[in-house]
């Protein structure tokens, strides 16, 4: 693909901010849309949710994204126009490309992939050295060991030698847990920076037994901060892994261990870490999701930054939320590698002066890879990639997974489950990480494995009646549009096939879903038994690897079932800027 | 001070981890001792009791009001609705009892302790759930009623992106 240098530098604009200041837009005579204007004393480097996409990616954001309550249309629940014009962004730029689903297809020839580590090591390397020595950090905010087939086999450990060449200091996690607590320690054995986790604590039968932990005391089972030094000041980086691990997961995996969001926890340790360490800036590497983080900034003082991922949002300039301390701002980094968050704090005495942040989109064309990342990467690959690089088919439209209630991706997941294995309906869980493949372009097994990497991919068939089918949708409706982010958890809707419904994401739970209906158009009656598919359960099941379902189905020559739509009828959001017009 | 485990030790609540305890104050209380007497029973008609209004009423007679004083320790999303770990702490004066409601359990009245004078109010539990629903602490104090909900959502789970 040829390089359209000047695509790039007419189109971008890349946003900063500068607290109480209108965002700065960037020039198109800028030299580079990298060349970021010095700012302050101390750079902290953010990555997140990166889901161990080694090689650059087509990755579409969402057309749906509904905010719902206090939710309504603010970021992140604003989406392609919408989110567009809230952030100044020209609808043709590159920038329109990687922060929205606005022309995808058009735009993804014009921009190409973007992310990538050998990509990213390049662009992070080059902001480190901008700053000078002791001056920057780079964090991962979690999700980095999870999302391809190769670190599904390595369990993630690819991502651990990955992490070490790039410099990342402290990170947090979340689908780190699902490998269990043996992989997890030895992974950590192994990686040169610090995991942190202030919100996970030795469940009482655990602290009984002597399990480990960092903190026997308190329970607490890994470090909840590290004190940086940076421009010859301390900063303090407190990690808050994802608070939902053993609900959203098999427990399986954390049997010692529980979750949570722990907030007085954290309001102690901040105040400690402010009152007997002294340190200038507090910043809090979450994955809570953003929702979480705003309600959590509004509650919680004396966090100057929250760095954010999980829900995936790419939004371009953090939000301020006050609190009885003064104010937060918060931020939420993207996913796949597609960007890099860049904090530059002015630090002072006990206080931060001034903040300006970049997100930059880490467009693969414009960036040299880095050698050594790349030998690295392809070493990594080279012992199982091969196995998976045959064709097994091409599709006829463009796959994506990304949006509340349904993907092209999850449609084909859906129609591979109910046709081999034989089931009236199939529920696919409503994951956020899974590439978007262009229409006309070969699918490999490495792309269906990721789509489909976990460490619980068991497919299932069971018998449910109609109404445990409609509960199933309601718990799962309510952890995405719960007006208390408090009771959310992060994901999309859990994806049916063979079925159809309306939703009404205002109403309470037990009303939200009404209208289901099968694929014949008959109603789904509420004592009828049916004979469901699934994978991803929490509970353990024996069937095939979700992968190897999708697999065959591709491999016999069929595609999508005839078009059908996304199957769900929303009611009662009618102008709600969560979705596309 | 004693502790009675119920006379229904049976009783699947009990079984399956909702500690129901009843901690009965040895009498002189300073301020009511007919009332104190009456007390020493275990509060078999409140445990019976299916609504949360209902077990309230047979308990205390009276009703409670909301207060930022009352402080509830409770999970938003029960990682295990078998076992969900709950904590009271307050900063009234006077606190005679803190007693547990679980609003849509077969018998909302889960636990109910009586505060011996000079005793730090402070109390931890577990509680069994079937469902989302609300938690609701009450601490008598100086002959009132005063109350803290939240609400804990027990999930089928899964799902999580």
């Known amino acids: ?581 | 001070m004693t502790t009675h485990i119920g006379p229904h030790p049976t009783r699947r609540l009990i079984l399956q981890g909702a500690v129901t305890v009843a901690l009965i104050g040895l009498g002189n209380l300073p301020y009511a001792p007919a009332r104190a007497a009456a007390n020493d029973k275990y509060p078999e008609e409140a445990f019976k009791q299916k609504s949360e209004a209902d077990a309230i009423k047979a308990l205390y007679g009276k009703t409670a009001e909301p207060s930022d004083k009352v402080k509830l320790d409770a999970p938003e999303i029960a990682e295990n609705g078998a076992v969900v770990p709950i904590s009271v702490t307050t900063t009234l004066d006077k606190v005679t009892s803190i007693s547990f409601f679980v609003a849509e359990n077969p018998n909302a009245l889960a636990a109910s302790y009586k505060i011996p004078d000079g005793t730090m109010p402070v109390v931890a539990n577990r509680l069994k759930m079937a469902k989302t629903t609300n938690v609701v602490a009450i601490v008598e104090a100086d002959g009132k009623l005063f109350s803290a909900a939240k609400e804990v959502k027990v999930t089928v789970g899964g799902c999580g992106g």
């Open chain 1, 1 to 581: 693909m040829a390089i359209r240098r000047r695509d790039f530098l007419k189109g971008s604009a890349v946003a900063a901010v500068s607290l109480g200041l209108p965002r700065l837009a960037r020039s198109a005579e800028a030299a580079s849309i990298y060349d970021i204007e010095r700012f302050g004393n101390a750079r902290i480097l953010h990555l997140t949710d990166t889901h161990a996409q080694l090689n650059p990616v087509y990755f579409r954001e969402p057309g749906v994204n509904i905010g719902i309550g206090e939710m309504a249309g603010r970021p992140p629940h604003l989406v392609a126009r919408a989110f567009l014009e809230r952030f100044g962004i020209r609808p043709d730029s590159a920038d329109a490309y990687a922060f929205t689903c606005v022309e995808f297809e058009k735009s993804a020839a014009r921009f190409g992939r973007l992310g990538g580590f050998a990509h990213l090591k390049t662009l992070i390397d080059r902001l480190r050295n901008d700053v000078g020595e002791k001056r920057a950090v780079l964090v991962d905010g979690g999700d980095l060991w999870q999302g391809t087939g190769l670190a599904n086999v390595m369990q993630g450990r690819d991502m651990v030698e990955v992490a070490n060449l790039l410099g990342i200091e402290a990170m947090t996690g979340h689908w780190e847990f699902t490998y269990g607590e043996e992989v997890l320690r030895e992974n950590l054995a192994h990686f040169k920076g610090e995991f942190l986790a202030q919100n996970v604590f030795l469940t009482e039968e655990a602290a009984f037994n002597d399990a480990p932990a960092f903190d026997k005391a308190t329970g607490r089972v890994f470090k909840p901060s590290i004190i940086k030094e940076l421009g010859g000041h301390r900063v303090a980086i407190i990690g808050q892994a994802f608070p939902y691990v053993p609900i959203a997961h098999p427990k399986r995996f954390t049997p010692n261990w529980s979750f949570g969001i722990r907030e007085e926890e954290l309001q102690k340790h901040v105040d400690a870490l402010r009152g007997n360490d002294k340190v200038d800036a507090v910043i809090l590497l979450s994955h809570n999701g953003m929702d979480v983080d705003l309600k959590l900034a509004s509650r919680v003082t004396g966090i100057n930054v929250i760095l954010g991922g999980h829900t995936h949002d790419a939004v371009p300039q953090p939000i301020l939320v006050k609190n009885a301390g003064g104010t937060t701002l918060v931020t939420n980094a993207g996913s796949n590698g597609k960007f890099l968050g860049v904090l530059d704090l002015a630090l002072d005495k006990g206080k931060v002066g001034d903040i300006r942040y970049h997100l930059l989109p880490v467009y693969s064309e414009l960036l040299k890879p880095d050698p050594a990342m790349a030998d690295l990467i392809g070493k990594l690959r080279a012992q199982h990639v091969t196995d998976w690089s045959e064709k097994i088919a091409t599709p006829d439209r463009l796959l994506y997974r990304r949006d509340n209630f349904a993907g092209p991706v999850d449609e084909l997941i859906c129609a591979a489950l109910r046709t081999e294995l034989n089931a009236e309906i199939a529920l696919s869980p409503g994951f956020r990480w899974g590439l978007t493949a262009l229409s006309g372009q070969p699918l490999t097994m490495e792309d269906v494995l990721a789509e489909t990497a976990i460490s619980y991919p068991e497919t299932y068939v069971q018998e449910m009646t109609g109404a445990q089918i409609k509960d199933v949708l309601e718990d799962v409706c309510d952890n995405l549009f719960n007006t208390d982010p408090y009771y959310q958890q992060g994901g999309d809707m859990v994806r049916a096939g063979g079925l159809s419904y309306a939703c009404s994401p205002s109403n309470a739970i037990g009303n939200r879903i009404s209208e289901l209906k099968l694929a014949n158009g008959k109603s789904l009656s509420a004592n009828r038994h049916y004979k469901v598919a699934g994978w991803a359960s929490v509970n353990a099941q024996q069937g095939a690897p979700v992968w190897d379902v999708l697999g065959k189905y591709l491999r016999s020559g069929r595609m999508m079932p005839e078009r059908l739509g996304t199957g769900v009828t929303l009611k009662g959001v009618d102008g709600n800027p969560g979705i596309a017009g």
